[in-house]
């Protein structure tokens, strides 16, 4: 009788959602908290399966990202809300500051505690429902704030490493779903980039098969970003792509050396030392690396991104 009222409850609410407004969803789950749970979460994805059959698919993409954004916060609805909260915050000082890492750091150092797995849970979560659903954001300048704050996640030295990387990796993602390849090409492939970089040094997974996820990566960047068009965005994704190739591990370590060795030196065709300095010094860096590991057999140590 129990799981029978309860079923009932899930269902009123449910209605209840779909027949609100854009932006009263947060509103109306505060009030029917006592109701988020898995039972929940289920019912809803029935609901949604239900409505796909019924032909109506609007709604239940709907409930299904609702579900999806219930599932970040089940077990610690306040610890959630503490998560979004820290996201804004960060996500407004990376704004205002324009990615400051001055401004950005101390509320990550002060928050080193929530830098963890459900902090990239609810970053994915939040972000896919105020870019998909409310737009109260313009999509461009949230993926854009986003996009920053990977880069300084995926550089900052304290706490975990491992979930700091993680975390750059989800806002990479998140990012991707506005900038698309046709729509901005530029950004995609930046992003690209990017999220490949953060796979490279990556410390969950193996290590092999996150190379080989950059790799691609990149090769699809330089699907979208040639030489003729995009000449400085073709030559920083060739850097990352040779950076790839002296860390790889799979194939022949010597052929991975050669392409690495002639990919540099195609970039640095683009990348002088009169226009671009510091990306210049980097690449020659990586370039005595790759000439360094063709003679000692190392494996890409001391590797600048």
Known sequence: ????????????????????????????????????????????????????????????????????????????????????????MLLQAVSSSHAEPQVVYPFLQAN???????????????????????????????????FNFSNLMAEFSLGSKASNIEIAIVGYEVAQTVFTPKAFPQ?????????????????????????????????????????????????????????AYIKRIKGNKAENLEMAITVLQAALEIITQKAFLKKWAIIQHNLAVAYRDRIRGNKGEHLIF
């Open 112 to 146: 080193l505690d929530k830098l963890d797995d459900a902090f990239s849970c609810c970053l994915k979560a939040w972000a896919i429902n105020i870019l998909f659903e409310e737009r109260l954001i313009p999509a461009e300048s949230l993926a854009s704030d986003i």
């Open 1 to 88: 009788m129990v799981k029978e009222k309860r079923l009932d409850a899930y269902l009123e609410l449910i209605y209840e959602l779909l027949q609100s407004s854009k932006g009263q969803e947060p509103g109306i789950l505060e009030v029917h908290k006592n109701l988020i749970d898995a039972g929940l979460v289920e019912t809803m994805k029935q609901v949604a399966a239900k409505l796909v059959e019924q032909g109506d698919e609007e709604n239940a993409i709907f409930i299904r990202k609702v579900a999806v954004t219930i599932s970040a916060t089940i077990g610690k609805p306040s610890s959630a809300e503490t998560y979004v909260e820290l996201i804004q």
């Open 187 to 243: 950004e995609w492939a930046m992003t690209q980039n990017c999220l490949a970089a953060a796979y490279i040094q990556r410390i969950r997974g193996y290590k092999a098969e996150n190379i080989e996820i950059a790799i691609i990566a990149l090769q699809e960047a330089l699907q979208v970003v040639n030489r003729e068009d995009f000449p400085k965005e073709w030559a920083t994704v060739q850097s990352s792509l040779a950076a």
